[in-house]
């Protein structure tokens, strides 16, 4: 029987890293104490978010789609991956720096 069970979970994971690399650039510039916090909690949210998805897939995905094998308890390990990924998500929200600033002079 085929088992999609990973690759499931890890099209959400890559998904939210999409994401997250989508919303650091358009948060992009000076980084204050405030934006790193509020980063972090876009972040958490994402990787909650994405979790309750991996979870509800992956049972659409056994029941449903009979494309992925029921693995008792090791079901619940697979929505971890999102909350692991959290760290990853907040860094890519944090990578994008300030675009520089152009001189006045037109061409």
Do not use: N
């Amino acid at each position: 029987m085929l088992d999609l069970s990973l690759a499931v979970a890890w099209l959400f994971v890559l998904a939210g890293g999409a994401l997250s690399i989508l919303v650091g650039y358009q948060m992009r510039g000076p980084k204050s104490l405030a934006g790193v916090i509020a980063a972090g909690i876009l972040a958490c949210v994402l990787g909650l978010t994405l979790g309750m998805g991996i979870a509800y897939t992956q049972t659409a995905c056994i029941e449903r789609f009979h494309v992925c094998a029921s693995q008792g308890a090791g079901d619940l390990s697979l929505w971890l991956y999102a909350m692991l990924a959290i760290p990853m998500y907040w860094l890519a929200m944090l990578a994008f720096a300030k675009p520089a600033e152009r001189s006045g002079t037109k061409p």
